[in-house]
Nanobody, 122 residues
Framework: QVQLVESGGGLVQAGGSLRLSCAAS????????MAWFRQAPGKEREFVAAISWSGGSTAIADSVKGRFTISRDNAKNTGYLQMNRLKAEDTAVYYC???????????????WGQGTQVTVSS
């Protein structure tokens, strides 16, 4: 198993930036693909970005393409989501997730963090 802990959320003005981190412990982080999802109040959890175990392959949701970047540092057992040019509609709880295969479906990931709140004021 792998345990995931997100950090880096907070309140930011529209147009600003935040970098989320996902610290992993337990089994070797480099064995897992990693993804970020988000869930706004009253909405379903949605895919944001994913990265393969090596970092060589990524996928980004159209809604954040060109503004968000996913990356990872396997030596530090940490994944990241750099969020630039934030918009009010980016407000949500952001979750990191891990599993052996890279994908965009919520049910494709067995391991989840507790989430970190991102609030963008307009």
């Amino acid at each position: 198993q792998v345990q995931l802990v997100e950090s880096g959320g907070g309140l930011v003005q529209a147009g600003g930036s935040l970098r989320l981190s996902c610290a992993a412990s337990g089994r070797t982080f480099s064995s897992y693909a990693m993804a970020w999802f988000r869930q706004a109040p009253g909405k379903e959890r949605e895919f944001v970005a994913a990265i393969s175990w090596s970092g060589g392959s990524t996928a980004i949701a159209d809604s954040v393409k060109g503004r968000f970047t996913i990356s990872r540092d396997n030596a530090k057992n940490t994944g990241y989501l750099q969020m630039n040019r934030l918009k009010a509609e980016d407000t949500a709880v952001y979750y990191c997730a891990a599993d052996f295969e890279t994908g965009i479906r919520v049910d494709g990931y067995a391991y989840w963090g507790q989430g970190t709140q991102v609030t963008v004021s307009s």
